[in-house]
């Protein structure tokens, strides 16, 4: 196990070199450049010179892109153009609320979409098949902005069974310990407040866990039914072994490879596409950041959700390589 890590590490390496490449090019391909984001619009070509000069961007590519690789190895991202904070500061202060919320919304998709998708399978042809696929065909149609303001408007505003905006309620005085609401207050015995957080977290939850719910639905269910038509599972049906060890060793185990790999590539992408959530519920993560950044064309805030949203993608991938070499034993001898 420990080799196979290592080797997945490894082989990790030239891939992000390979995005800061382009990620550099990028952005000297910008149009304005940072100074113009710095200065504004209006700027003066001295001005911009200057700028230019003190952030380096006069020197040969080759040494600007040296120091660009060397930044971002320190986890020096440069300044914030909207807070003046530096980036590094202004990710670690947000980066909870983002992590949250797409825990919350993975395990909402998982903990539905697995056993749905398995007995809409099992059943097929059924009620429950019929109800499983046109589900997972609405939830991958409606936009996920649309559906957070119905949920909002009806839940929130309408019915006020959950809060409309923010992740605890301005009347909690929370311990803030690790920046996880929800576990701050288990960690400090404030109940109430990770109650609280709890409510907060449901309706943007359930919006972010919309796509991937579907997609874990359907991809579950194709596995299970490709493994059900295996002569494996007749085979030990045919032995008379009970259908609880026909369905969690040969069917389950290995039906799971496959949804295994799409709940590390969907994991990675509710990082990245919480932005419109966070936005709709003000829910004050790296999403809604971003989204003021791109207006503000804060260049150095962009660099590094780049950079994050790569060495998730990375670090998910590694993962999922484990998970396949415990699921399936095989993955460790290839």
Same mark, same amino acid.
Not at 300 to 328: E, Q
């Given at each position: 196990?420990?080799?196979?890590?290592?080797?997945?590490?490894?082989?990790?390496?030239?891939? %992000?070199?390979?995005?800061?490449?382009?990620?550099?090019? #990028?952005?000297?391909?910008?149009?304005?450049?940072?100074?113009?984001? $710095?200065?504004?619009?209006?700027?003066?070509?001295?001005?911009?010179?200057? $700028?230019?000069?003190?952030?380096?961007?006069?020197?040969?590519?080759?040494?600007?892109?040296?120091?660009?690789?060397?930044?971002?190895?320190?986890? &020096?991202?440069?300044?914030?153009?909207?807070?003046?904070?530096?980036? #590094? &500061? !202004?990710?670690?202060?947000?980066?909870?609320?983002?992590? !949250?919320?797409?825990?919350?919304?993975?395990?909402?998709?998982?903990?539905?979409?697995?056993?749905?998708?398995?007995?809409?399978?099992?059943?097929?042809?059924? #009620?429950?098949?019929?109800?499983?696929?046109?589900?997972?065909?609405?939830?991958?149609?409606?936009?996920?902005?649309?559906?957070?303001? /119905?949920?909002?408007? /009806?839940?929130?505003?309408?019915?006020?069974?959950?809060?409309?905006?923010?992740?605890?309620?301005?009347?909690?005085?929370?311990?803030?310990?690790?920046?996880?609401?929800?576990?701050?207050?288990?960690?400090?015995?404030?109940?109430?407040?990770?109650?609280?957080?709890?409510?907060?977290?449901?309706?943007?939850?359930?919006?972010?866990?919309? $796509?991937?719910?579907?997609?874990?639905?359907?991809?579950?269910?194709?596995?299970?039914? !490709?493994?059900?038509?295996?002569?494996?599972?007749?085979?030990?049906?045919?032995?008379?072994?009970?259908?609880? +060890?026909?369905?969690?060793?040969?069917?389950?185990?290995?039906?799971? %490879?496959? +949804?295994?790999?799409?709940?590390?590539?969907?994991?990675?992408? %509710?990082?990245?596409?919480?932005?419109?959530?966070?936005? +709709?519920?003000?829910?004050?993560?790296?999403?809604?950041?971003?989204?003021?950044?791109?207006?503000?064309? &804060?260049?150095?805030? %962009?660099?590094?959700?780049?950079?994050? $949203?790569?060495?998730?993608?990375?670090?998910?991938?590694?993962?999922?390589?484990?998970?396949?070499?415990?699921?399936?034993?095989?993955?460790?001898?290839?």
């Amino acid at each position: 196990m420990l080799r196979l890590v290592v080797r997945r590490l490894l082989q990790l390496i030239p891939t %992000l070199l390979g995005l800061s490449v382009l990620l550099f090019l #990028w952005l000297n391909r910008l149009p304005g450049g940072p100074a113009s984001a $710095i200065l504004g619009e209006r700027a003066t070509e001295a001005e911009v010179a200057r $700028i230019n000069r003190a952030l380096g961007l006069d020197q040969p590519l080759y040494i600007q892109y040296w120091r660009f690789l060397k930044r971002i190895a320190e986890l &020096d991202l440069g300044t914030s153009v909207q807070t003046g904070q530096p980036v #590094w &500061d !202004e990710f670690t202060l947000r980066f909870p609320a983002t992590v !949250e919320l797409s825990v919350a919304a993975m395990i909402i998709a998982i903990v539905v979409g697995v056993p749905l998708g398995y007995f809409a399978a099992r059943k097929r042809g059924g #009620w429950l098949d019929v109800t499983a696929v046109s589900g997972s065909l609405v939830g991958i149609c409606v936009p996920v902005f649309f559906l957070a303001l /119905i949920l909002k408007g /009806i839940f929130a505003v309408n019915l006020g069974l959950f809060p409309s905006y923010g992740r605890q309620s301005t009347g909690i005085n929370a311990t803030d310990v690790t920046g996880f609401a929800v576990l701050d207050g288990l960690l400090t015995g404030e109940f109430d407040a990770s109650w609280d957080a709890i409510s907060h977290l449901v309706l943007p939850a359930i919006t972010l866990a919309s $796509i991937p719910l579907a997609v874990i639905v359907r991809m579950t269910r194709a596995s299970v039914l !490709e493994v059900l038509g295996e002569d494996y599972v007749r085979t030990a049906e045919s032995k008379g072994l009970r259908r609880r +060890v026909v369905r969690e060793r040969h069917v389950l185990r290995n039906a799971m %490879l496959p +949804v295994v790999t799409a709940v590390g590539l969907l994991t990675g992408s %509710l990082l990245s596409g919480a932005v419109l959530t966070e936005s +709709v519920f003000s829910f004050g993560g790296i999403g809604s950041f971003i989204r003021t950044a791109i207006d503000g064309r &804060d260049y150095p805030v %962009l660099v590094g959700f780049i950079m994050f $949203i790569a060495i998730t993608y990375v670090l998910i991938n590694l993962l999922v390589d484990v998970a396949y070499s415990l699921i399936d034993p095989r993955v460790r001898v290839h």
